[in-house]
């Protein structure tokens, strides 16, 4: 079993900046993907970027040029800074992971955090 535990969310004014974190811990062979997804209410949950164990990195067009994820492969964690963030950004934000289990390490599986909510005044 795998688990992802989030921080760094909260109330913040319209312009300004968060950092989010998400640690992964468990049973963890590698871990082939991390990254952010965020649902607002009445809303569908939408990716907001991803980073793979290789570093790439992929973004909602939303939030490019604003928001920076980046990982650190030693502490099984990703981060998500969000800067200039407006109300629009509002959404309980979850971290998802794709991580090849000890267990079963060739079959990649899926893992969600708690979630942790962001919530932008204007």
């Known amino acids: 079993q795998v688990f992802l535990v989030e921080s760094g969310g909260g109330l913040v004014q319209a312009g300004g900046s968060l950092r989010l974190s998400c640690a992964a811990s468990?049973?963890?062979?590698?871990?082939?993907?991390m990254g952010w997804y965020r649902q607002a209410p009445r809303k569908q949950r939408e990716l907001v970027a991803v980073v793979t164990s290789g570093g790439s990195t992929n973004y909602a067009d939303s939030v490019k040029d604003r928001f920076t994820i980046s990982g650190d492969n030693a502490k099984n964690t990703v981060y998500l800074q969000m800067t200039s963030l407006k109300p629009e950004d509002t959404a309980v934000y979850y971290c998802?992971?794709?991580?090849?289990?000890?267990?079963?390490?060739?079959?990649?599986?899926?893992?969600w955090g708690q979630g942790t909510q962001v919530t932008v005044s204007s």
């Open positions: 998802h992971a794709v991580v090849r289990d000890s267990l079963v390490p060739l079959i990649p599986s899926d893992y």
């Open positions: 468990g049973s963890i062979f590698s871990i082939v993907r």
